[in-house]
C-alpha cells in the first residue's frame, strides 16, 4: 500500500516539472502500534498509520526544500505536492547560488522489504504485562512497519521497508531510583523478552540499598552496552566527519595529524549488513554495505557525504549530507558477562550514562553524568547504587590507553525516539572494561 503510494506521487509530480528543474522526493512512513504503559499498567494504545513526503526542488544550482503530510488520497496529496513545487519554484528566484550542490543522477534503483515474525497488534499486551508485573515500571512502547523511500526525476527509485518493536521504559524504586531498560529487535522472542525485563528488576533491588557519594578521581569502571552506544553516538557529532576534519572543529583529529591512535582492540564499522536503515541516504545514494572507521585502534575511514567531496576533494562514500553514523558496529571481545565482575574487582559498575557533551573537542574529551543504576563494586560485588556524579574524560583514553577489556555480546541499543515518527537503526555495541576513568564533581 505505501509502496504504492509513493510510486504514484513519484510519477505525478515529477510531471510537473519544467526544463532543467530536478526533484527528489523522501518517503517517511509507518504503520505502528504504540502502548503507554504506567505502574506496570496499560494507560493508552493506539495504531498510527502515517507518512510524509519530502521534496527537494533545484533549479539553476539553486535549493529549496519542502514537505506535505501524505493522507492517502491522491488527489488530495497531488495538490498539496504541486503546490509545493510551486512555493519553491517561487523561492528559488530570491535565492543564492549553491557553489557545491550535488545534482541528483541515476545510479541505480533498489527494494529492499525486511520480513519480520512480529508481534502482532492485538497480542502485544497480553505479551507484555506478565513480566512486569509486581513493579513500577514506565515506559512506551512501539511495534510494527516502518517505510522510506528516495526517487528522483531521473529515474532513480528506492525503496526500503523493516519491522520492528521496541519497549523503552524505567523501572522506578519507592525513592524513584530508576533502573533504564531498553528491549527491541525484529522477530519476537517472548522468552528473550522475558529474560531481559528480569534483569532489570534484579538490578531494581540493589537500587534500593541506601546510595554512597563517591569522590571524585580516577575508578576503574565498567560500562554497559548502553552508556558505550552513547559514547559512539558522540563520534556523529563534530566526530569522524570528514568536514569536521577539515574545519578543525573534530576530535579525531589527533588520529588523523598527530599519529595518535585508540586501543588495538578498538574496531567499529559503518554496517548495513542488519537491515536496520536502508543504505541510501536522503539524495538517494547508495553507502557501501560495510565501511570501516577505526580498525584495531587506527582511524581507516572518515563519514564524507557529496557535497563535502564537492567542496573538499576527498572521495565520496555517499554519508548523509550531516556526516553522521547510521548504523555503527563496534566488535566484541572475549569478556563473558558472568566473568565482569570478577574482572571489574573494585570500581563503578555503569549501566547508563546522560546528557553528554564535548568539553574539548580537539582533545576529544567528553562530559556527562552517571544515570540510571550505576553502583559501587568491591570485591567483586555489587554493594550499592552511588550518586549521581560528573565525569570528563577523553576518549583517547577509555578506548585507547585505559581499555582493558571489550564484552563477548554486542547489542543493538535502538534509536527510541518517537517525535514525529519513529527512528529507524541504533548501535551495534558491546561493553568495555577501562583501568580507569575520571569523575569530577
Request: include cysteine.
Amino acid at each position: 500500500m505505501m509502496e504504492n503510494v509513493f510510486k504514484t506521487l513519484c510519477t505525478g509530480l515529477f510531471t510537473e516539472l519544467k526544463n532543467d528543474e530536478l526533484l527528489t522526493l523522501s518517503f517517511c512512513g509507518e504503520n505502528s502500534q504504540f502502548i503507554r504503559i504506567n505502574n506496570a499498567t496499560i494507560r493508552q494504545t493506539g495504531l498510527v498509520d502515517d507518512a510524509t513526503l519530502g521534496l527537494k526542488f533545484i533549479a539553476n544550482n539553486r535549493t529549496c526544500e519542502g514537505s506535505i503530510t501524505v493522507s492517502g488520497n491522491n488527489d488530495v496529496d497531488m495538490g498539496r505536492g504541486v503546490a509545493e513545487i510551486k512555493r519553491m519554484r517561487s523561492e528559488a528566484q530570491e535565492i543564492l547560488e549553491d557553489l557545491f550542490l550535488v545534482l541528483p543522477t541515476n545510479a541505480g534503483s533498489s527494494r529492499e522489504v525486511k520480513e519480520a515474525v512480529g508481534l502482532g497488534f492485538d497480542d502485544a499486551v497480553d505479551a507484555l504485562l506478565p513480566a512486569m508485573q509486581g513493579v513500577d515500571l514506565v515506559g512506551i512502547f512501539a511495534n510494527g512497519r516502518m517505510y522510506r523511500g528516495n526517487a528522483n526525476s531521473r529515474g532513480q527509485h528506492h525503496w526500503f521497508q523493516t519491522e520492528s518493536h521496541c519497549l523503552d521504559y524505567s523501572l522506578v524504586t519507592s525513592d524513584h531510583q530508576m533502573v533504564k531498560g531498553t528491549y527491541a529487535g525484529t522477530d519476537w522472542d517472548q522468552n528473550a523478552y522475558e529474560n531481559y525485563v528480569a534483569r532489570s528488576i534484579k538490578k531494581l533491588a540493589l537500587l534500593n540499598r541506601k546510595p554512597v557519594r563517591v569522590d571524585p578521581g580516577m575508578y576503574r569502571t565498567w560500562f554497559e552496552a548502553a552508556a558505550v552506544a552513547d559514547f559512539l553516538d558522540m563520534f556523529s557529532w563534530n566526530g569522524i566527519s570528514e568536514a569536521s576534519l577539515q574545519q578543525g572543529c573534530s576530535g579525531f583529529g589527533k588520529m588523523r595529524h598527530n599519529d595518535q591512535r585508540l586501543s588495538p582492540k578498538f574496531t567499529i564499522s559503518e554496517d548495513f549488513s542488519s537491515g536496520l536503515v536502508p543504505k541510501f541516504n536522503s539524495n538517494g545514494e547508495i553507502a557501501p554495505e560495510s565501511l570501516p572507521i577505526i580498525s584495531n585502534g587506527e582511524l581507516t575511514n572518515t563519514l564524507v557525504s557529496s557535497r563535502t567531496a564537492a567542496e573538499y576533494g576527498a572521495p565520496t562514500n555517499y554519508a548523509e549530507d550531516g556526516e553522521e553514523m547510521r548504523s555503527p558496529t563496534m566488535n566484541p571481545g572475549d569478556l563473558a558477562h558472568d566473568d565482569i565482575l570478577k574482572e571489574l574487582g573494585a570500581g563503578l559498575y555503569l549501566s547508563n550514562i546522560h546528557y553528554l557533551n564535548w568539553s574539548d573537542n580537539p582533545g576529544g574529551r567528553i562530559t556527562g553524568l552517571t544515570r540510571y543504576a550505576c553502583f559501587l563494586v568491591e570485591k567483586g560485588e555489587i554493594v550499592a547504587p552511588i550518586e549521581t556524579m560528573r565525569f570528563d574524560d577523553t576518549f583517547y583514553r577509555f578506548f585507547g590507553t585505559e581499555l582493558e577489556s571489550i564484552g563477548s555480546t554486542a547489542e543493538v541499543i535502538p534509536d527510541v525516539l518517537t517525535y514525529g515518527q519513529r527512528s529507524l537503526g541504533g548501535i551495534t555495541c558491546p561493553g568495555i572494561l577501562t583501568s580507569e576513568f575520571q569523575l569530577t564533581l
